[in-house]
């Protein structure tokens, strides 16, 4: 089972709500390219975390890409999260303020 896989077991009434962000982004990167890390970067920097697969990327794609992300969240005081060893979550530091955040990091690893 993959990480996103959960999101289709679950109907529309039953979508998680993440009540510190107005959206969580998912993505599962296949070639690292700077251009589109700047725009997740961007993203992060407006609030929105992201949790980002980089399983199907070569070890020194998925550093680079962990190391320009590491270093936005250090810029924005932010916090990340390693769900798995090429799964990780980055986002701003209020994220888990309300616990909706660990419900839906429950609900990816069942």
């Known amino acids: 089972m993959g990480l996103f896989s959960f999101l289709r077991r679950k109907k529309e ?9 107005n959206r969580v982004m998912f ?8 251009t589109h890390l700047t725009k997740l970067a961007t993203n992060i920097i407006n609030g929105d975390p992201l949790i980002i697969n980089l399983e ?5 794609d998925a550093n680079k890409a962990i ?10 005081e ?6 798995s060893e090429k799964i990780i979550l980055f986002g701003n530091s209020n ?3 309300d616990g909706s955040m660990q419900e839906l990091l429950d609900e990816i690893n069942k």
Do not use: R
Request: charged share 25%; proline share 2%.
């Open 13 to 21: 009434s039953e979508k998680q709500e993440i009540k510190t962000a």
């Open 67 to 76: 190391a320009f992300l590491s270093g936005v969240i250090y810029a924005i």
């Open 78 to 83: 932010g916090e990340i999260l390693t769900i």
């Open 95 to 97: 994220l888990y303020e």
């Open 27 to 34: 993505e599962q990167i296949h070639e690292v390219k700077d």
């Open 56 to 60: 199907s990327v070569p070890v020194d």
